[in-house]
């Protein structure tokens, strides 16, 4: 795609045009922001703002057009989030310096309407990165972040070894002082790393220690010369003065030959999943398998078509079972208008709570075909503003004339700052861009949602070719550690842990695949902390209820879907003197078999001893009366939020007697209902239905 750069002058911004380059993007132009008539430097949230002197011989060297402009905003907005959660203010800030880079970027598109791209240097700065994709949303431009998370050591070295040139224009850390201004990243290679083994600076700056200005790099046509600089001490401190570079006189030196474009790119997979990929490769050439059949007719047609329920426990909310009206007299519905009368009910439902769409942590959306995904995420995106919910959508055998059901667990947050959201639209190496109206995940009181991640390559956001159920699978996995890790880098000192996974794939011969996958997966994440704790972690604390089921279609026409349930691991418990504090702890894990002779029961469960929060998947095979009530669970009944009930034959008992045994009248949960090719458990196959619980 064509695209404009964000340049700050900075090895970032400079660097990160390689990768794009890389990529096969075009730059047709360059933006800059820049402070007022007068000031060097401001104090700004969101700009490098020193180096601005110069800023249009980086252009020049590039050889491509310079838009800029001045500052006149501030950080008005300075929360995790930017823009409103609702669509209705979903727009930007007056005043803020964000709306500074949307003026900007809108003038660039007016006079390059082909641009669809913008080139960000972001590596770390969650503050930076929410708010140009705000603005490139807004805009329908795709941000290109290639070194978001990458690892600063490593991104150093690679920039040297590129042939970035690029020197220090200020200083502001510990260890760092006047005399490090005009060094180059090379000579200053040993002093970082140095820094950052003595008191865990940045490599990279990214703790605002020092900016750079970049003399030369293979895309430039030529060099940057600095004739004169001088060097201003903005503060004198001892261990951490503040020190920067006026350039005086610069001016280009063409360059003769063009320079060769040496640029590492990160492997698309890292050492747990390429241990994945290797596993199922080698499962896949050594066996072969008989082909699964599906007959649409073992789809349950007979169960109820129950309407929308929900039900409260606390601050948390469930809506189960969110579909048309199944009325004889009603018009035909376009889908569009379908999408559109299932968020009217959602709201309205919502709206009795006194909540809203905002509030929303987790939507599940199922389809009856792929086919309608376009069009129902064209209308879906209109009812959210900034950090929409996490979600997971799947094509089933809805029964006619339902295209579309939903389901939601909301949660009516004390304040604004206690839902946290990571919604990266940005394309990197790191994982898949969300695009669409969703975010990577939810975090709310301790629960994080994780969106459904399929193994999408996040530099293209295409699925793997040809195709490779391995790399999907593997990609799967390594996308769901990613945005975990990147959460938990932004949100606190959390542990994490893991207390429901679901599997969707297409095909039942793939459960065998799944299976080898959490089995390879689980056995590395051991290794790995009882490598870094010296302390060997038993596997049981690494399982957690674990459901593998078939569907229709997936988005994208992959073949596997990993969506889970995490708990952060904080609990508020009180200490010896009755004071509550938050403590680190982890969840139980217990599972066990219930056989009569009409049936099977398996069962699994995660929960804290400290707290409520929990969840179980029970499978069942067979004709079960009252035999749930037999189930060491019962302390689960009356803590559950929400029910899903994956089905897959017909069988009018699975909706009365299992549930309505262990619910007293009247207070059943709500239930959406999952019609499934194929339902497996973590040892077994073929179970008729399971039920998936979730207790806030």
């Not at 020092?210 to 001490?233: A, G, M, Q």
């Not at 320079?259 to 890292?270: A, F, N, S, Y």
């Not at 037999?630 to 899903?644: A, H, V």
């Amino acid at each position: 795609m064509k695209y404009v750069a964000l340049l700050s002058g900075g090895k970032d911004s400079c660097y990160n045009l390689l990768h794009c380059h890389k990529n096969g993007h075009e730059l047709i132009a360059a933006a800059s922001l820049s402070p007022g008539t007068g000031k060097e430097e401001i104090d700004s949230y969101m700009y490098q703002t020193v180096g601005q002197d110069a800023i249009e011989f980086v252009a020049r060297a590039l050889e491509v057009p310079l838009f800029r402009k001045v500052i006149t905003g501030s950080a008005v907005e300075q929360g995790s989030e930017y823009g409103g959660r609702n669509a209705a203010n979903r727009g930007g800030i007056e005043g803020d310096e964000t709306e500074d880079l949307y003026t900007l970027l809108h003038t660039v598109k007016t006079h390059h309407p082909d641009v669809e791209g913008v080139s960000v240097g972001a590596i770390l700065s969650n503050y930076q990165r929410v708010r140009v994709e705000h603005v490139c949303r807004r805009l329908a431009l795709t941000p290109l972040c290639y070194l978001w998370q990458r690892n600063q050591g490593e991104l150093l070295s690679e920039m040297i070894e590129a042939g970035l040139e690029a020197i220090l224009i200020k200083v502001a850390g510990i260890g760092l002082t006047e005399k490090h201004l005009g060094k180059t990243l090379s000579q200053m290679q040993p002093t970082l790393i140095k820094l950052n083994n003595l008191y865990g600076s940045h490599i990279c700056g990214e703790g605002g220690e020092y900016e750079t200005f970049t003399l030369d790099c293979p895309l430039f046509k030529s060099r940057i010369i600095l004739n004169e600089t001088e060097v201003v001490v903005h503060s004198d401190n001892e261990f951490a003065p503040v020190a920067f570079f006026r350039m005086k006189d610069v001016s280009l030196e063409r360059k003769s030959d063009i320079d060769p474009l040496i640029v590492q790119t990160p492997l698309l997979l890292e050492s747990e999943a390429t241990q994945v990929y290797d596993a199922i490769s080698v499962a896949q050439s050594r066996t072969s398998f008989e082909a699964t059949r599906f007959n649409a007719s073992d789809i349950s047609s007979t169960i109820p078509h129950n309407g929308m329920s929900s039900k409260a426990i606390g601050p948390w909310i469930a809506v189960a079972n969110v579909h048309r009206d199944l009325s004889d007299d009603i018009a035909e519905l376009t889908i569009e208008e379908e999408v559109r009368q299932c968020f009217s009910k959602l709201q309205g439902r919502l709206k009795g709570y006194s909540l809203s769409l905002s509030h929303c942590a987790n939507i599940n959306v199922f389809l009856a075909s792929m086919d309608h995904f376009p069009k129902v995420n064209a209308v879906y995106t209109t009812f959210f503003g900034s950090s929409p919910p996490a979600r997971a959508c799947v094509a089933i055998d809805l029964p006619s004339p339902i295209r579309i059901k939903l389901d939601c667990i909301a949660c009516a947050e004390a304040s604004p700052n206690d839902r946290q959201a990571l919604h990266v639209q940005g394309l990197s190496y790191w994982a898949p861009a969300n695009i669409g109206p969703y975010s990577q995940a939810i975090m709310i009181d301790e629960r994080i949602f994780i969106s459904g991640q399929i193994g999408l390559i996040p530099s293209s956001l295409a699925l793997p070719s040809p195709p490779s159920l391995a790399e999907e699978t593997a990609l799967c996995f390594q996308h769901v550690e990613r945005v975990k890790a990147a959460f938990k880098a932004n949100t606190g000192d959390w542990e994490g842990h893991t207390q429901a996974s679901i599997y969707w794939i297409v095909d039942p011969r793939d459960v065998r695949h799944v299976r080898m996958a959490c089995d390879v997966f689980g056995l590395n994440q051991v290794r790995r902390i009882a490598i870094s704790s010296s302390l060997a972690q038993p596997l049981q604390e690494f399982n957690n209820p674990t459901l593998i089921v078939a569907v229709k279609s997936l988005p994208r026409d992959a073949r596997i879907e990993k969506q889970v349930l995490i708990h952060s691991g904080r609990c508020m418990v009180a200490d010896e003197d009755g004071e509550l504090t938050t403590q680190s702890k982890t969840p139980s894990y217990a599972e066990d078999d219930l056989v009569t002779d009409s049936g099977k029961i398996h069962w699994e469960a995660s929960h804290f001893d400290e707290i409520n929060a929990s969840c179980a998947i029970i499978f069942v095979r067979g004709k079960i009366l009252n035999q749930f009530q037999l189930l060491p669970l019962s302390s689960f009944w009356s803590r559950t939020l929400s029910i899903r009930l994956f089905h897959r034959l017909s069988q009018e008992d699975i909706w009365s007697s299992p549930i309505g045994a262990v619910f007293s009248s009247g207070n059943v949960p709500p239930i959406t209902t999952i019609p499934c090719r194929f339902i497996a458990s973590q040892d077994e196959d073929n179970w008729d239905y399971a039920i998936y619980l979730m207790a806030p």
